[in-house]
Nanobody, 120 residues
């Protein structure tokens, strides 16, 4: 079994910063792409940012220049540094990871979500 545990969500003022973390644990051989998604009330879940094992990144247009995704392969952890936060960034943020297990099959896993609220 594999678990993704997120942390770092909070209430922050507009213009502020938050750092989300997501640690993967369990029966892991290797982790391919990792990413962050978000879902606001009444909206569909959307990709925020993703990163390959080699460090190539991809961002949603709405967060380019404000958010930075990074990962520590030794710790099976992905981070999302969120700067210049806006009220429209308010959502539940979910970690996602594409993981190769000991049966050498690849599975897609989700974290439980962490709430980010941007409000004055």
């Amino acid at each position: 079994q594999v678990q993704l545990v997120e942390s770092g969500g909070a209430l922050e003022q507009p213009g502020g910063s938050l750092r989300l973390s997501c640690a993967a644990s369990g029966s892991i051989v290797s982790i391919n792409a990792m990413g962050w998604y978000r879902q606001a009330p009444g909206k569909q879940r959307e990709l925020v940012a993703s990163i390959t094992r080699g460090g190539s990144t991809n961002y949603a247009d709405s967060v380019k220049g404000r958010f930075t995704i990074s990962r520590d392969n030794a710790k099976n952890t992905v981070y999302l540094q969120m700067d210049s936060l806006k009220p429209e960034d308010t959502a539940v943020y979910y970690c996602n990871a594409n993981i190769r297990a000991f049966d050498f099959q690849t599975y897609n896993y989700w974290g439980q979500g962490t709430q980010v609220t941007v409000s004055s």
